[in-house]
C-alpha cells in the first residue's frame, strides 16, 4: 500500500474529519458514537457501498483535538487517533486500547525459486507463498489474545485466528475442507475478542480481497486488495452482540419472514416429474412428518429455461400446486441468472432488444454456459433489470409457487470464470466483473425480493446460495453444495454460527448432505442439528442415495419424525427470535462465545450452540459416538428430556443414544410451544402454551398473521412474561391483532396448569 506520509494538515466539516498527507488524502467520518469510518478515495472520493442503504449518520457530539503527532477525534464511546500515513489507532472512553494499525513490515514468505515451482507442478502441487503486498491493505496490531468471528459460510472451525480466506465467491462442488480460502459468500466483517475488548472491523469493499487473521505472522492481522477504497468501518461496542447490533445497523437486519418458511422443508435434485413430486407430499403425509415445503430443482423448467414450465413434465402444473397447497405444501422452485441463448424464447429476446445482459468490452453480449447451454448473464447492477428481473416473479406466482431459491448465482459458469473485464452495470457506473462478482448474488436477491413484494404483497422468502454483505435484507440462504460426510455435518456448526455472526441470522445446510451418499446414522444425526437451524431443509444430489426417511428403515423414520416435531413444537419460539431479530440484528443460531465472552471455556467451542439465548444444543457429530463431553457454561440448566438440574461453568458427561441429541434450557426460561401440527396453520392456535423453567426470568412472545406486513404498522400482539417465586405473570404488552390467545396452558416441573387468558393475569406454580 503506498505510504500517506505526514500530516500536512486537517480539517473539520460536521463529523467528517479531512486529513491531507504529503502524498494523497483521506478522512474520518463519525456515524454514531460507536462507529466511525475510515475513508480514502483511490478510485473515487464517495462511498460506492451496496451493502448500506441510506445514511447512517446521527447527531453526535464529537471534539477533535491535536496531541502530539496525532489527532484525536472523540465521542462519548471511542476515541480514533490519526497519525502519519494515515495510521489509525482506537481506544474506548477509558483509553484502553481496542485497536492499533501496525507500524512494521509484513512478513511475506516468497522465497519460491522457480525450480521449486517447476518440481511441485510436476508431482501436481500448487506452493502456497502468500499474499503479495495489496494496493490497498489495512495491517492491524496483534495485541496476543485475539478471537476473530464472522467472515460469512467460509470453512473450518469457528475462531478464524491462523487462518487466511478471500472474499471472492466461489462455486466449488468439491468436499468443502478447512483450507480452502473462498465459498459462496464474501461478507467482509468480523469481531475481534480480547479480554475486556471487543470490537468489529467491515472492509466495505466487493473487489477480491484477503482477509490474513494471524496465518502470515502472530505479531499482525490484515485485509486487503487491489481495487477500490480504502473503506472499513470500526464498530466500538460494550459486548458481542453491541457490536453485531453496530454491523446490522449499517448493512440492515433479517425482516420477519412468513412463518410457514420455518418448517420443515424437503428438496431433492432428482424431482423430475408432477408424480415425483406428489409421491414425497403423500409419504410425507402418510409417515405424519410435519412438512410446509418442497423444492423444485431445474428439471421442473423447459429445457432449463428460466421463467418456462415443462409442460411434458407437468400435465397442469397449477392444478398440481393447488392440490399439494389444500394438503399444506408450498411450493419453492429454484431460479438461475442464466438466460438461454435462443431466439423466440421471450426472456432472452427481452433482454437483447432492451440491453439488459453483461457485454464484452467491445460491446457484444457476453456467452458463457450453465445448464440450458450457451447462456447470457443478466445485468443486476442497473435498477432497470432489476425491476424486469422482479416483475417476471409474476410468472411463478401465477403458478402458485410460494417462494424463489435463487442458485448458480456467483456467478458460477461452466466454461471458466467470466473475465474480468466482462462489462456490468454498478446502478448509475460503467463497471466490471471485478467488482461485481461479489455482488452478483446479492442484486439478483435483492430483484427478487423486490420484485415478490411487488407482486404478492406477502413477505417474500427467497433462498440464495452467493451474497455479499447486506444481503440479509433481501434473502435467506443456505451454505451451497456441502457433502453427505461427517466433516460436513462438523463444520456445520461453526458454519452457521459464524453467519449468523455476520448478520446473515436465516440460514441452513443442506440436511445429510448435498453430494455423495448419507448413511442412516449420518442422516440421524444430521436431522438432529439441522432441526436447530434456522432454515430446515433436506436437499441432495441426483445419482445419490435418496435421503427422504422413508427410504430408510423403521428406526430411522421414527427418529426424524421426532425432531422434526420438535422443531414444529419450537416454532413460536423460532418466531420470537425472529421479531428480536429484526430490532437488535441478533441471530437464532448462536455461537455460546456470543453471551458468555469471557468464558475462556467457550471461545474455541465448534460442537454446541445456543437457540436464542435460552436453549442450549449439544449434537453428536462424530460416528458411532453414544456419549459425549458438555459443556454448560455459567448458571442453572435443566436437561430438556429428564428435567434434571445441572449446575453450569461445568463440563458434564452426557449418554447421546442414537435417538438424542442433547439439549438444555437455561433456569428462569419461557419457552412458547405449538401443539402437534403436519404444516403450519393446520390448526386454528388459540391457546398460549409455556414451558417454564424454574428460576426468575421474563419473555416476550410475540403474535401476528404470519404472512404480511400489516405488523409494522402495528398489527401484532405482544405479550409480557414473567416468572418469580413460583409466579408466573402475562400481561399484553402491545395489542394490535385480533385474535389474541383465548387459554393459557403452563408446563411446570411435570405438571400442568391451564387457565383463561386476561391481561395481568398470575398463576401460581406449586
Known amino acids: 500500500m503506498k505510504a500517506f506520509g505526514k500530516i500536512i494538515s486537517h480539517k473539520t466539516e460536521g463529523k467528517k474529519i479531512l486529513f491531507q498527507f504529503e502524498n494523497g488524502c483521506g478522512r474520518l467520518e463519525v456515524l454514531t458514537d460507536k462507529i466511525i469510518n475510515v475513508f480514502s478515495g483511490f478510485d473515487c472520493d464517495y462511498h460506492r457501498s451496496r451493502a448500506i442503504e441510506g445514511d447512517k449518520a446521527v447527531p453526535t457530539e464529537i471534539s477533535v483535538s491535536t496531541e502530539g503527532e496525532s489527532v484525536v477525534v472523540k465521542t462519548a464511546s471511542l476515541t480514533a487517533k490519526v497519525f502519519d500515513n494515515f495510521y489509525v489507532d482506537f481506544y474506548d472512553e477509558k483509553n484502553q ?135 472499513y ?151 432497470e433489470v432489476r425491476k424486469w428481473w422482479g416483475d417476471n416473479q409474476k410468472f411463478l406466482l401465477e403458478q402458485g409457487v410460494s417462494g424463489v431459491w435463487n442458485d448458480m448465482n456467483e456467478p458460477a459458469s461452466f466454461r471458466g470464470e467470466l473475465p474480468a473485464d466482462v462489462v456490468f452495470t454498478d446502478e448509475d457506473e460503467i463497471s466490471n466483473h471485478a467488482r461485481m462478482h461479489n455482488l452478483y448474488g446479492h442484486n439478483m436477491a435483492k430483484a427478487t425480493y423486490e420484485g415478490l413484494k411487488k407482486h404478492d404483497g406477502k413477505r417474500p422468502f427467497v433462498i440464495t446460495r452467493a451474497c455479499f454483505a447486506g444481503t440479509q435484507k433481501y434473502s435467506t440462504a443456505w451454505t451451497g453444495d456441502n457433502h453427505s460426510i461427517w466433516a460436513h455435518l462438523q463444520m456445520a456448526i461453526p458454519q452457521l454460527c459464524n453467519l449468523g455472526m455476520s448478520g446473515m441470522s436465516f440460514v441452513g445446510t443442506d440436511v445429510g448432505g448435498f453430494g ?135 463440563y458434564i458427561l452426557a449418554k447421546a443414544p442414537l435417538d438424542t441429541c442433547l439439549m438444555y434450557v437455561k433456569a428462569g426460561s419461557i419457552i412458547p410451544n405449538f401443539p402437534e401440527q403436519e404444516f403450519v396453520g393446520e390448526k386454528e392456535i388459540d391457546t398460549l402454551i409455556l414451558d417454564v423453567y424454574a428460576g426468575q426470568g421474563s419473555y416476550e412472545h410475540y403474535q401476528d398473521n404470519g404472512t404480511d406486513f400489516a405488523y409494522r404498522q402495528g398489527e401484532y400482539n405482544q405479550y409480557h412474561i414473567e416468572q418469580k417465586e413460583n409466579v408466573l405473570k402475562i400481561s399484553l404488552a402491545h395489542k394490535g391483532y385480533e385474535k389474541i390467545y383465548k387459554k393459557v396452558l403452563v408446563k411446570f416441573a411435570g405438571k400442568q396448569w391451564e387457565a383463561d387468558f386476561a391481561d395481568g393475569m398470575e398463576m401460581i406454580l406449586k
Open 97 to 231: 486500547v481496542l485497536c492499533r494499525d501496525y507500524r512494521g513490515e509484513r512478513c511475506i514468505r516468497g522465497k519460491i525459486t522457480e525450480e521449486m515451482r517447476v518440481l511441485a507442478a510436476s508431482e501436481g502441487h500448487s506452493l502456497d507463498e502468500g499474499a503479495k503486498e495489496k494496493k490497498i491493505q489495512v495491517v492491524k496490531q496483534m495485541e496476543g489474545d485475539e478471537c476473530f468471528y464472522g467472515l460469512g459460510d467460509k470453512t473450518g472451525f469457528l475462531n478464524k485466528r491462523g487462518y487466511e480466506y478471500e472474499m471472492w465467491n466461489t462455486d466449488e462442488p468439491a468436499p468443502q475442507v478447512d483450507s480452502f480460502k473462498s465459498l459462496y459468500k464474501s461478507i467482509p466483517f468480523f469481531v475481534t475478542l480480547r479480554k475486556n475488548v471487543v470490537y468489529g472491523l467491515f472492509f466495505d469493499n466487493s473487489y477480491r480481497s484477503v482477509f490474513d487473521m494471524g496465518k502470515e505472522s502472530d505479531d499482525y492481522f490484515w485485509f486487503g486488495c487491489e481495487e477500490g477504497n480504502l473503506d
Open 233 to 383: 468501518y470500526f464498530i466500538a461496542g460494550e459486548d458481542m452482540p453491541q457490536v453485531l447490533g453496530g454491523y446490522t445497523y449499517l448493512t440492515g437486519t433479517v425482516p420477519l419472514p412468513q412463518m410457514w418458511t420455518l418448517g420443515y422443508q424437503q428438496s431433492r435434485w432428482g424431482y423430475v416429474t408432477e408424480e415425483d413430486i406428489m409421491e414425497v407430499a403423500e409419504n410425507m403425509r402418510r409417515n405424519q412428518i410435519p412438512c410446509d415445503v418442497i423444492h423444485l430443482d431445474i428439471d421442473y423448467m423447459e429445457r432449463y429455461k428460466v421463467f418456462t414450465w415443462n409442460k411434458e413434465r407437468y400435465q397442469d402444473q397449477k392444478k398440481t400446486i393447488r392440490d399439494l397447497k389444500e394438503d399444506g405444501f408450498k411450493i419453492v422452485t429454484i431460479i438461475d441468472p442464466g438466460v438461454k441463448v435462443e431466439e423466440g424464447y421471450d426472456i432472452y429476446d427481452t433482454g437483447v432488444k432492451e440491453g439488459y445482459f453483461a457485454t464484452t468490452p467491445e460491446g457484444e453480449i457476453y456467452v458463457n454456459a450453465v445448464w440450458p447451454g450457451d447462456a447470457v448473464y443478466p445485468d443486476f447492477g442497473k435498477e
Open 516 to 650: 455423495s451418499d448419507t448413511t442412516k446414522e449420518l442422516l440421524i444425526r444430521w436431522v438432529q442439528t439441522g432441526c436447530f437451524s434456522p432454515l430446515f431443509r433436506n436437499h441432495s444430489a441426483i445419482g445419490t442415495r435418496r435421503q427422504e426417511p422413508w427410504t430408510f428403515d423403521k428406526e430411522t423414520m421414527d427418529i426424524y419424525r421426532k425432531y422434526v416435531k420438535l422443531r414444529y413444537r419450537l416454532i413460536p419460539y423460532y418466531y420470537d427470535l425472529f421479531f428480536e431479530g429484526e430490532t437488535s440484528g441478533l441471530p437464532i443460531m448462536r455461537p455460546l462465545v456470543l453471551h458468555y465472552e469471557k468464558d475462556e471455556n467457550v471461545k474455541n467451542n465448534n460442537n454446541e450452540f445456543l437457540v436464542g439465548e435460552n436453549l442450549l444444543v449439544a449434537p453428536v457429530t462424530e460416528q458411532g459416538v453414544t456419549c459425549r463431553t458438555v459443556y454448560l457454561p455459567a448458571g442453572e440448566w435443566y436437561d430438556y428430556w429428564t428435567g434434571e438440574k445441572i449446575e453450569g461453568e461445568s
